[in-house]
DNA sequence: GCACGGACGTA
DNA sequence: CGTACGTCCGTGCC
């Protein structure tokens, strides 16, 4: 408490305009809405801020303050004040009024004032609190109220966001400026403040000013001996004292504006939940903002919350013996599981597992399982009639695998069927997803989701992870209805889900990797990297820039040797390989080709890095597939990604070399589809002659370029046989007469006359893609031969370069993701087939249209069949699915 | 330390 | 002004 403690008043005084500006910034203006397209960002961080700090502060009162729109007092003074502002951002719009709203609900009181600004209001109310012996604590960002800092006034200045605080007392400012708060307003006026473009003293800065400060004991001590004051700084000062003075005038706190005096109109306590909850409705605000406003501002014994905390069944946690009972009286039928620890390139440490029914709930300790209860446990886990939820049942199983226990029985993946209802949706976490669907209108990104149940901040360990499974219980249900809602029950229980254990098998096996092999090319690389460099200085004339620097380098080429601009990007103009072929055609300067050997070299090396990286001590590099990511269906790879090794160049293709069969095993088979895209357009375009070019076994672009340009196919060259594949293939895309001529370098009459002569041919494919498109725009999405949908709302945009690229879109996403479609379908049939023929090869990775294995001694005739019937007859099109197959001892020597 | 853009690897 | 991804680096921000 102050010396003066004679009074208990503590008045918590906000910045209205300045505190909601920075909310906005802070938080994502396309994240936060209220369901009819106002934004709420800055509603939400400003409530979130005024919760807290009433939550941590304390405070006995509480006032906020804001500004009116148009001009005040000084702005008579000087008519530049506060010019050249950004304009307010239009999501901005209408939020001020909805904080009020709020503040309204919450009972407290906001005030403005007529010509005067809203740190007027606070310097008044700040002022008169602290002369009556109370305290006052300030939030605000505007730096002019540090001014007002004393014994029994302290400032909270947000340092990041708007709910992490720094507070400043004497002391603090003290430390900061290097003179005392009073002073503040002096150094400001030498310093000027640019954010209300009042130029100060040019050359002077906070240093210098409080240099002066302390010499001259305030502004007027320096204006009076400014003819003393040395330098270019002391004429600078000379030149400038109507500004000072100016700025002097302008930044001085008001103190005495007419506001209320009775302390109960500041009181707190005053909230009205029912209407508070009625404008937390209307804002689309969800229940842990609204259990979170503390009581204390509320009328008596009221809470805000209007979302009841579901009552959770009583948590048990079982050891020895009770482990068998437990599971036998509550989880005969099935649970959701959670898992508490970590998993991460084959290591874990799962320590708890929660499982949770509707009646029932329970922990058990993995760490100290004894015997008895880890058998029964690892039985109940095996049982496949055991019906088991988890949100990332892979990762479960990789989980639960660490310590030894094998799982079966998944029926529902809470993240994949989410996933199949909702694909462009960015992954989800436990804690998004429940919030998702808690508050079904309720449209929030992550970060307001991590804030309000965040699930992963480990606080009470074994309720947490018990409310975590309860959760996962509840979402199984709803994300069911959802399956069946989006006809993706299928796709989830036949497809998805049972790929998810065989990739996890995969994940799990990883892939063996000679590091031999990849240290030798790395140094290899590194020679030629360091030859091609030093070659490429002296083309610079020894200046040894970063020629990995798309800054440096354009300064070079463009500014220095003055070549020809190439296309724009965001940053300036572009350096990448495209456009540097272009410039040396043009230039013939040797630089461009030493830099474009150097792209490549410290590309390879790169990846040679990072793979290497990425070995375990066994050997073996084990890269996780998501299921989750891509939106047409395809799978991704990352940690690393084994699905852009290196293969169109020679140099890029040795990499390969280094993936090998494990030890134990005879050698590595790669089995692809061939053109599995361009048979899906002639399956789903039902277009003859492209039916007809499959199955005449020819081959597909010599037999549709001697349609297309008329010849004999074996008068077809290899330009007309490239020509006409650019186009096969750039149909698939949406690609436009502009790409096609870029691509193959020819004009865009020449680009025309070919797609044109292409669709004399093949008009039924252009139909059909036409089509395809109008359906999606019609129904909203897009579907694959599974009936794996895909939303397009931006078809219908007014916005033409949306909707022209969701169109794009539309094409490509039923032949992208049929593909996927049917090559998760192979894996499924190869990994039966496996079993069925009891062979002990296996499948190590998947490149789009591409399986890797392991092929077991003296199985491969057996596996090329196993892996031919079950990728070839994966799914029946109108035309073959044609597999090619290679066997080596590495990923290279095994293409075909 | 973190986010972003540019560049480039794959299907 | 061609779809779908992941990773690296340099840069500029806090």
Redesign the pocket.
């Known amino acids: 408490m102050s010396a003066s403690g004679a009074n208990e008043q503590r008045i918590l005084l906000i910045d209205g305009h300045a505190m909601a500006f920075r909310a906005f910034f802070a938080l994502p203006a396309d994240g936060f809405s209220d369901g009819r397209g106002q934004a709420t960002n800055a509603v939400y961080g400003f409530t979130r801020m005024i919760i807290n700090v009433v939550a941590s502060e304390q405070p006995t009162h509480v006032a906020v303050a804001f500004d009116l729109p148009g001009g005040t007092f000084r702005d008579r003074i000087y008519d530049q004040y506060k010019a050249g502002r950004e304009v307010t951002p239009p999501e901005f719009h209408g939020q001020i009024a909805l904080i009020q709203q709020v503040l309204d609900a919450l009972g407290v009181s906001w005030f403005t004032v007529e010509d005067y600004e809203a740190d007027d209001i606070i310097a008044t109310l700040a002022t008169r609190t602290a002369a009556e012996g109370g305290q006052a604590l300030i939030v605000t960002s505007d730096r002019d109220s540090i001014q007002l800092v004393g014994e029994n006034v302290t400032l909270l200045q947000p340092i ?1 966001g708007v709910t992490e605080m720094r507070r400043m007392d004497p002391a603090a400012v003290e430390e900061k400026y290097g003179i005392p708060p009073e002073r503040y307003p002096d150094l400001a006026a030498l310093v000027g403040e640019s954010a209300d473009n009042l130029p100060g003293v040019p050359g002077v800065g906070p240093k210098t000013a409080a240099k002066w400060i302390t010499a001259y004991g305030d502004l007027q001590g320096i204006l009076a001996h400014a003819e003393e004051i040395k330098g270019k700084a002391g004429q600078s000062l000379r030149d400038n004292v109507e500004a000072v003075e100016r700025n002097r005038r302008m930044n001085a706190a008001v103190t005495d504006l007419e506001l209320p005096q009775d302390p109960e109109r500041y009181s707190l306590g005053r909230g009205d939940a029912v209407a508070l909850n009625a404008v937390f409705d209307e804002l689309a605000f969800g229940p842990t903002i609204r259990k979170d406003v503390p009581a204390v501002l509320l009328a008596d014994g009221e809470s805000a919350s209007t979302v009841p905390e579901r009552e959770l069944p009583a948590l048990q946690q079982p050891t020895g013996e009770q482990v068998a009972e437990v599971l036998a009286r509550d989880f005969a039928a099935g649970a959701a599981l959670v898992i508490d620890g970590r998993w991460e390139l084959g290591q874990g440490d799962a320590s708890a597992l929660a499982l949770a029914t509707d009646d029932a709930l329970a922990v058990i300790d993995l760490v100290d399982l004894d015997d008895t209860a880890e058998r029964a446990l690892a039985t109940w886990l095996a049982d496949p009639a055991i019906a088991k939820t988890a949100h990332d049942t892979k990762l479960a199983t990789h989980q639960l695998r660490g310590r030894g226990l094998d799982v079966a029985g998944w029926s529902t993946d809470l993240a994949i069927a989410e996933f199949l209802c909702r694909p462009d949706q960015r992954p989800t976490d436990l804690a998004g997803l429940a919030m998702r669907h808690l508050q079904e209108d309720l449209q929030v990104t992550s970060a307001a989701v991590q804030q309000e149940l965040d699930l992963d901040q480990d606080e009470s360990g074994k309720d947490t992870l018990a409310r975590a499974a309860d959760a996962v219980a509840r979402l199984g249900t709803t994300l069911r209805e959802d399956l069946e809602q989006h006809a993706a029950v299928e796709l989830h229980d036949d497809l998805e889900l049972p790929l998810a254990r065989v990739i996890g098998v995969m994940e799990a096996t990883g892939i063996a990797v000679d590091d031999d092999v990849l240290a030798e090319l790395d140094a290899q690389h590194e020679a030629e990297q360091e030859r091609v460099a030093e070659s490429a200085f002296s083309h610079l004339g020894g200046d040894r820039i ?1 020629l ?6 354009q300064e070079v080429l463009f500014d220095r040797l003055g070549m020809p601009r190439t296309r724009r ?12 072929a272009d410039l040396h055609e043009k230039t013939q300067h040797p630089f461009l080709t030493d830099l ?1 050997a150097h ?2 070299v ?2 390879m090396r ?2 040679i ?2 793979l290497r ?1 990425f070995i375990s001590p066994t050997g073996r590099i084990h890269t996780t597939f ?1 299921q989750n ?4 269906g ?1 799978l ?6 084994l ?7 020679e140099e ?1 293709r040795r990499i390969r070399s280094a993936f090998r069969a494990s030890d134990g095993f005879e050698s590595l088979m790669t089995a ?1 589809y061939s053109q599995i895209e361009m048979r899906i357009m002639a399956h789903l375009s039902d277009n003859e002659g492209l039916i007809e070019a499959f199955r005449s076994g020819e081959d597909l672009h010599r037999y549709v370029a001697s349609k297309v340009f008329d010849v004999a196919p074996e008068d077809v060259d290899g330009a007309m046989r490239s020509k006409t594949k ?1 186009v096969s ?2 149909l ?5 007469a ?3 001529a ?2 193959l370098r020819i004009s865009q009459a020449e680009a025309t006359a070919l797609r044109d002569g292409y669709f004399e041919r093949f008009g039924g494919v252009r139909d059909y893609l036409r089509e395809s498109v109008e359906k999606a725009r019609a129904i909203g999405y897009t579907e694959t031969i599974l009936g794996r949908r895909r939303p397009l709302p931006d078809l219908t945009s007014d916005n033409r ?1 949306r909707r ?2 969701a169109e ?2 539309a ?3 039923p032949i ?1 993701g049929s593909a996927a479609d049917i090559i998760k379908l192979a894996m499924l049939r190869v990994d039966e087939g496996l079993r069925d023929a009891g062979l002990t090869s296996r499948v190590l990775l998947q ?4 399986l890797v294995l392991d092929v077991a001694p003296g199985e491969e005739e057996q596996l090329r069949e196993v892996v031919a019937a079950g990728m070839g007859s994966a799914y029946e099109l109108s035309v073959p699915l044609e597999v090619g197959i290679g066997v080596g001892p590495n990923w290279l020597a095994a293409a075909h």
Do not use: C, M, W
């Open positions: 990041k970063n990995g620097s798309p800054k440096q380098l990007t965001k940053t300036g103009f572009s350096t990448d390989a495209e456009s540097l474009l792209r490549d410290t590309k790169q990846i890095d990072t990286r998501h990511i891509a939106a047409t395809r991704s790879s990352n940690n690393p990604n699905q852009n090794i290196p293969t169109r160049t890029g692809d650019a293939y750039g698939a895309y949406g690609l436009s502009f790409g096609l870029r691509q370069q022209e690229n794009r879109v094409l490509n996403s992208q490149v789009h249209d591409e």
